[in-house]
């Protein structure tokens, strides 16, 4: 019964918080067909802005939930700072190539924001712990759980919906639906695809801020801890299927719960499970559970 | 900082230390107008930048500068560089893979003409570049790779290691565990799934098994290398609970844990023991944990000897980078150092010339020499493997001077944790130790 509950308990929060990291990433995709390998880089960038921002003199003094405002305010700041520039400055220029371009082109961008980390907050680690106290904890027989455990969970909830809402029942949503249908129709209609390309690039980036300043309290950050949430990110969106955020929750669930039940009882194959998992998923469902087959332009 | 350092250990230390004041002395000084290019390695982007590769650098460079200006104190005061020759170093990248490296090596021999190369921290990298050095004829001393298969599985001719493996480190933590928790009944691992967590792992659980038959090992976890999220891994250990948790978890890995596992309770369940924890403490501060016990791989950082050399090399970096020195830098100037007497050992016995590669190598075998972290002998691996004393201690925090100490601190003799030369260190461990000796 023990091993039941914290397969599921530790699987949803996992999982909840490996959506956090990948619907920025299956966002910027469905809209914009760019699979951003900076994905992770900006993220890193989020922790660090969330601890700058907290370990700062000013925002020091703030104490209680309203530092989970502050932390907020550094992953915007972050994202309002390099989303458009970056959309603006660099992948507009490469719009009209192909899509590997453009995938070299965010892998690239990824050694240089991971540069550029280093040039700023240098290649030791900072911590900012604070707010993982300030949930308390939860008791569970044998198991403790940290209440901002949940709180993460509540978090990928939250952004999940919200994001799904903002598509799917708003003007801007359906806007934003129909570049991901055709841009060259919108564009004929009077849609600004260009603007939608730099609104959905730049909330993409914001997601990705967002999930680095809310993991920020539970991990030293290091110039290199969006390696991993990317590999992790893309194995998410691939079996749920590129661009759809429904399928990135479905994923981030498979991949959490599985690495769980990996941990609990057959610890050797944790990393094994994830992607023989996703192996699987390609071979009855080679667009992932909830993407669509894709005509090809010739 | 409390410290405590046994009395044949420091009968080792004065008497290396003569033996390489004698040596140095002697040595004559080559054509002033020559240097001696040496290649700098270590990570210096990637995970284990901040760990190990920039302080480790940073501490080299630091040496460097200080033997170039005759700075260091005894047994090295009064000798510029090596034998009279300045030090003119090349820093190198070891972020990108055994196949980068061997290029990077190379391009180090063939285009930069370097005399030799020091660091490495990557097993994989060392593993691969040893054969490389052999087949260019070119004297490299490895800092770091914990793996103990690079001598005893291969034999090389130009290639040393100056510092420990994994074997010493984790016997000498099996010892000190052995003592300081008597009632302990069960262990589990929580060690990187990669050579050197799975080497950590078989040492440590081995010896403890050797020393305390009656300990049972209830569980064996391998999170893969940078996970960053041990939230699943922390709730088997605390269902599992046992007396003892080993990992030998190093840099944002090990910070992450400790991070999550203190306000999970499993510190005040079980006793988590570290191989190596020593280099985030200074980092961590206030927020290391209570009553941890580890080591720091030899004698180095917050448990260093009390040394005149030790003293000025923790005091010359904390002074420079304002932090205090961990293992990372300690291991790298040892590694300089054990190439500086080589050098000077070559040199008197060539009348003073620039030494060859080959003559290098020649003295470099079984030498001894003084570091910051204590005396180095190369004792094992047919010459070309050192062994030194290691020290563990538990960590408290002192509110006073605003640091983590390491407290009830034990040292163990090179010669107690190291197999003898030419035994295989997981045979010696299965066998109980033959020929160790331990005088406390």
Not at chain 1, 21 to 42: D, E, P, R, Y
Not at chain 1, 144 to 160: H, Q, T
Not at chain 2, 150 to 156: G, T
Not at chain 2, 384 to 411: F, M, T
Request: charged share 15%.
């Amino acid at each position: 019964m023990d091993i039941a509950f914290a397969i599921f308990a530790d699987g949803i929060i996992y999982g909840a918080w490996l959506f956090l990291v990948a619907i920025g990433l299956t966002l910027v995709f469905g809209v914009m067909k760019i699979l951003n390998v900076a994905h992770g880089a900006l993220y890193a960038i989020g922790a660090y802005a969330a601890a700058t921002l907290v370990n700062s003199s000013f925002f020091g003094q703030i104490e209680g939930m309203a530092v989970l405002i502050v932390m907020l305010a550094g992953a915007v700041i972050a994202a309002l700072l390099l989303g458009p520039f970056l959309e603006r400055v660099l992948l507009r220029l490469f719009y009209e190539r192909d899509e590997i371009v453009l995938l070299l082109v965010t892998f690239g961008l990824s050694l240089i924001l991971e540069d550029l980390i280093k040039l700023i907050w240098g290649v030791y680690s900072h911590y900012v712990p604070g707010p993982y106290a300030l949930f308390g904890d939860v008791e569970i027989g044998p198991l403790f759980y940290v209440g901002y455990d949940f709180f993460i969970v509540g978090l990928a909830v939250v952004v999940g919906l919200g994001t799904y809402l903002v598509l799917n029942r708003t003007n801007v949503g359906k806007v934003v639906q129909s570049v991901i249908h055709d841009d060259e129709i919108s564009r004929a209609m009077g849609i600004n695809v260009a603007r939608v390309y730099l609104g959905a690039f730049t909330f993409g980036v914001f997601l990705a801020t967002l999930a680095g300043a809310f993991t920020a309290p539970m991990i030293a950050i290091t110039p290199t801890i969006g390696v991993n949430a990317i590999i992790l990110s893309f194995a998410v969106v691939v079996i749920g299927g590129l661009g759809s955020i429904q399928g990135a929750a479905i994923g981030a669930l498979v991949v959490g719960l599985s690495r769980a039940s990996a941990i609990n009882l057959w610890p050797e194959a944790e990393l094994f499970v994830i992607y023989a998992v996703m192996s699987l998923v390609l071979l009855v469902r080679p667009e992932g559970l909830f993407g669509q087959i894709q005509q090809r332009k010739i | 900082m409390l410290r405590k350092i046994t009395g044949q250990v420091r009968v080792g230390l004065r008497a290396v230390s003569l033996a390489t004041i004698a040596c140095v002395c002697a040595a004559p000084i080559a054509n002033a107008e020559e240097t001696f290019k040496l290649g700098l390695v270590n990570f210096l982007s990637g995970p284990a930048a901040d760990a190990f590769g920039v302080p480790s650098m940073n501490g080299g460079e630091l040496m460097v500068e200080a033997l170039n200006a005759g700075e260091v104190p005894e047994p090295y005061a009064g000798m510029i560089g090596f034998g009279g020759m300045p030090i003119e170093i090349i820093k190198v990248d070891e972020t990108g893979g055994a196949q980068v490296q061997i290029q990077r090596f190379r391009d180090l021999v063939q285009r930069e003409e370097v005399d030799a190369i020091v660091g490495y921290d990557g097993s994989g990298d060392c593993l691969a570049v040893a054969p490389i050095a052999d087949e260019l004829k070119k004297v490299v001393v490895f800092s770091g790779c914990g793996t103990p298969r690079i001598f005893e599985e291969n034999s090389y001719e130009y290639v040393f290691r100056a510092g420990s493996h994994s074997t010493m480190d984790n016997v000498a933590l099996a010892h000190y565990v052995a003592r300081k928790l008597p009632d302990a009944k069960t262990v589990a691992g929580f060690n990187q799934n990669y050579s050197w967590g799975q080497d950590s792992w078989r040492d440590f659980s081995l010896a403890l098994k050797e020393l305390r038959p009656d300990i049972e090992t209830v569980g064996e976890l391998f999170p893969e290398t940078g996970a960053g999220q041990y939230g699943a891994q922390i709730n088997v250990l605390m269902r599992l609970k046992p007396d003892v948790v080993h990992s030998s978890l190093w840099g944002g890995d090990l910070e992450a844990f400790l991070l999550q596992a203190g306000p999970r309770k499993l510190f005040d369940r079980t006793n988590v023991v570290f191989t190596m924890a020593e280099h985030v403490l200074p980092r961590l501060g206030d927020k290391v944990p209570e009553g941890l016990m580890t080591g720091g791989r030899g004698a180095v950082g917050a448990l260093h000897p009390d040394t005149p050399l030790a003293n000025w090399f923790y005091s010359a970096y904390e002074d420079k980078y304002d932090i205090p020195a961990v293992q990372g830098p300690f291991r790298f100037v040892q590694t300089i150092l054990g190439l500086k007497t080589a050098v000077e050992i070559a040199m008197q016995e060539n009348g003073g010339k620039k030494p060859t590669s080959e003559e290098i190598a020649a003295a470099f075998k079984f030498a001894s020499f003084d570091t910051p972290s204590g005396p180095v002998e190369m004792a094992i691996g047919d010459g070309h493997q050192a062994i030194q004393g290691n020290a563990i201690g538990i960590s408290k925090w002192n509110a006073q001077e605003n640091r983590v100490e390491l407290v009830d601190v034990e040292y163990f003799s090179a010669k107690c944790i190291n197999p003898p030369n030419g035994v295989m260190s997981e045979e010696w461990i299965k066998e109980g130790f033959p020929g160790a000796e331990c005088d406390n």
